[in-house]
């Protein structure tokens, strides 16, 4: 017999059928139901089935590299985070999180740190991933709303994809907007600096100067202005700013895209003249240190038209984890509370701390990822629990964060296998893995859905959300964290967001309060009583104390660090086809590390070339950070002078293939997000 879940990987959210065999695997179709999906799967979900073993796994407890038991771990952890409290006070203390959580464990270990240690240093992997996006849609809209859905895309007659390799990093949504162009001739634009796989189906690919984007926006801004593609009444019925938006992006000068005249006039056309524009966005534009301001430069052109909220129309984060927006409805952020309410405002604050009946209630946001780890390094943070990531190689500096861990006074780390970062860890806490533990995760358009356990937890491994409820009662909380299933917490977090509801607030499921949680079908979001998966910003009213959206005046910024004769290249991150993360399950699966099976640098034939680099051969990646010694894969999918490595590769399966080793921590000033995506290098034949 078959249970339906939930893909584990990307922020697509994938509906699975599953079959185990009884001997602890099992086969895995695509759910035929699923609205992400459709029975859709892509390489990574496909070969789940190839990832179930004991590999690695952590089966125990661990003190000092050596196994214990839960109760003498559980009881050293409570001890050291109330020492360090007691000693230090609160903000002496972090937790560093991930988007591969899912919600209840987020929302267990929002509620601990912010409700009951009463400190907001609570960071996420997600940081790394969409804080951009969450900064932009706070800036415009009042509240961190998505009003895109998948159906957008399907409906859409223009598609622009902004730093977002879709086909690789999203593949069962390319596989769905390649079938719409398919079956009604959906127009797609590519932006980006390289030619990706996605740019196959692309009826243009603008090629544009690294980090330029808002410029690019700010021209199209000032074409819909010009070319009378402005919606006048709803920008007077529903939006502030236009005048001071299109002011700047009229200030701003659209060659600095470096963009061909005719291709930036060929976009601008089909921009101003099509009315079912979706332009959807990932990290090209998230990770930079102007990331929230080209956020904020696509909401304008949506806002200005009107084009947002409607059926084929409107701005579309599509998120990186499976469970970054999850985790962003718990508030697992330095700067959020809950349920999408704010810390810094006295009403929310004070609603949050009543339902919690919390003890001390932080009312200024935490440290964000960067902050956090340079807290770690100068010894503020003297204790720090990680859950379910791998700073030590996917943070910026990513050395420098692995030094930071281990001269650390107490760290704790909860994960499913042994990483770099679990072996600088004092204690190890055994986490039950994606087949072994229930929850929720809510995917890029909103839609919430079950995980559901389909094998034992192995040896001696634990759900998150209760690990994080027995460190909770050994510190004196033990009714608050009472709760005996991952259902409970669900309802706990459901029941809270109709707060949030009734204070206007975007995020509401309190209609699943009562729900089955074991029959739970996939959900989208808002669902009160009154409603279910509607839509947003259709009809205005928008989450800003006015209703109105907010247009913002922008001025483009290039990366901060520029190529100079020491440091001659622009590094490009990303993903690959087949890796997820610091593949610490894809890498089970040998069918998915066929496709490419070990790090690489792409360059330029030209650049090759002049630097005496021969295919396949190894270079020499160094920046002002530190360095990867890479193959070499001469294309001419990247520009000359700009070069691109993934990101998948550890200390274990490749120790000088860590890129982010080479990233600066240079963040967003608004948002904290690092701007993974344009470091300096230089390169030489090893
Ligand atoms: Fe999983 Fe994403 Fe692939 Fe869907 S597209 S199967 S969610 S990795």
Known sequence: MSMRTTCPYCGVGCGLLVSPDGQGGATVKGDP?????????????????????????????????????????????????????????????????????????????????????????????????????????KRAFGSDTVPGTYEDLDTADLVVLVGSNLAWCHPVLYQRLVAAKKARGTRIVVVDPRRTATCDSADLHLSLTPGSDAALFNAALVALADRGAVDRSYVAQHVSGFDAALAAARASDPGLTGLAPGDLAQFLDWFTTTDRVVTVYSQGINQSSSGTDKVNAI???????????????????????????????????????????????PQHRAAVQGFWASPAMPDQPGLKAVEMFEAVATGRIKALWIIHTNPAVSMPDADAVAAAIKGCDFVVVSDITRTDTTRLADVVLPATAWGEKSGTVTNSDRTISRQRPFLPAPGQARDDWRMIADVAARMGWADAFGWTSAAEVFAEHAALSGIAGHLGRDFDISGLAQADYDALPPTRWPVTAQQQGGRFFGQGGFFTPDGRA?????????????????????????????????????????RLTQHIAEPFLEIHPQDA??????????????????????????????????????????????????????????????????????????????
């Not at 599509?318 to 985790?327: E, I, L």
């Not at 690959?576 to 894809?586: F, K, N, S």
Request: hydrophobic residues 40%.
């Open 609 to 686: 070339a002049r630097l005496g680099l021969a295919p396949a051969t190894l270079a020499r990646v160094t920046s002002p950070q530190g360095a990867a010694i890479l193959r070499v894969a001469i294309t001419d999918r990247v520009q000359p002078g700009q070069v691109f490595a993934p990101i998948h590769w550890t200390g274990d399966t490749a120790p000088m293939g860590r890129v982010d080793a080479l990233i600066a921590p240079v963040t967003d000033p608004v948002s904290g997000q690092p701007e993974s995506k344009a470091a300096v290098v230089a390169i030489a034949p090893l």
């Open 299 to 345: 909401l304008n052109c949506h806002l200005a038209t009107g084009r947002i909220g409607r059926p084929g129309m409107g701005p579309f984060s599509v998120t990186g984890q499976p469970n970054a927006m999850g985790g962003r409805e718990v508030g697992g952020l330095a700067n959020m509370l809950a349920c999408h309410l704010d810390l810094e405002n």
């Open 33 to 137: 139901d699923h609205p992400a999906n459709f029975g859709r799967l892509c390489s990574k979900g496909t070969a789940l089935g190839e990832t179930l073993g004991l590999t690695d796994r952590i089966l125990s407890p661990q003190i000092g590299g050596k196994p214990a038991d839960w109760e003498t771990t559980l009881d050293l952890v409570a001890s050291r985070f109330q020492a360090a409290i007691r000693d230090h006070g609160p903000d002496s203390v972090a937790f560093y999180l991930s988007g591969q959580m899912l919600t209840e464990d987020y929302y267990a270990a929002n509620k601990l740190i912010k409700g009951y240690i009463g400190t907001a240093n609570v960071d996420t992997n997600s940081r790394l991933c969409m804080a951009s996006s969450v900064a932009g849609h």
């Open 550 to 590: 907010r247009m913002l005046p922008i001025s483009p910024r290039l990366p901060v660090a520029q190529t100079a004769r020491r440091y001659p290249f622009r590094l490009n991150t990303g993903r690959i086809r087949d890796q997820w993360h610091t593949m610490t399950r894809t890498a089970l699966a040998p």
